[in-house]
């Protein structure tokens, strides 16, 4: 049953979709019913908003579904960190190159972070700085208007 698929897929899911992802990634195989009862702890949808939102991510096959003894069991066909990754550089793809250091700044700033991943993100930072430009030019637009923004 464990199908999850190693390349990134194109992310073209809602927030509430999101939300399904995380209760699915987390416990690997789930029922509609498991689904629904932890999502109405977190939010006040309906069953039929849930259980569409579910169809939804089937049909997109971010998530699979098997029946066994008479129900159906979802699973991720997606690997969460991939996920998450192709999303993240997707919405990053869409800023102004100038300033995406900015934005990765506020972002670090005003989450919370583990110990661990603040040292990580140390290490990742020391090996960019070795090859890093002066400036990142802006590529809001065509080439020739650069030192616009």
């Not at 990134?8 to 029922?31: C, D, G, N």
């Not at 998530?63 to 550089?89: D, F, P």
């Not at 800023?95 to 661990?116: P, Y």
Request: proline share 2%.
């Amino acid at each position: 049953m464990d199908t999850v698929k190693k390349e990134p897929k194109k992310v073209e899911i809602s927030s509430a979709e999101w939300q399904i992802m995380r209760i699915v990634w987390t416990l690997k195989h789930v029922t509609s019913s498991e689904i629904i009862n932890l999502m109405q702890k977190k939010q006040t949808w309906s069953d039929s908003t849930i259980k569409t939102l579910i169809t939804r991510l089937t049909k997109k096959e971010f998530l699979s579904r098997e029946k066994e003894q008479g129900r159906y069991i979802y699973s991720a066909t997606v690997e969460e960190q991939a996920t998450m990754n192709e999303y993240a550089n997707s919405l990053f793809a869409d800023f102004c190159a100038h300033k995406s250091g900015s934005v990765l700044n506020e972002l670090i700033d005003s989450m919370e972070i583990s110990q661990a991943d603040i040292k990580m993100l140390q290490k990742t930072l020391d090996n960019k700085l070795a090859t890093a430009p002066e400036h990142v030019k802006c590529d809001c637009l065509p080439d020739g208007c650069a030192d616009m923004c």
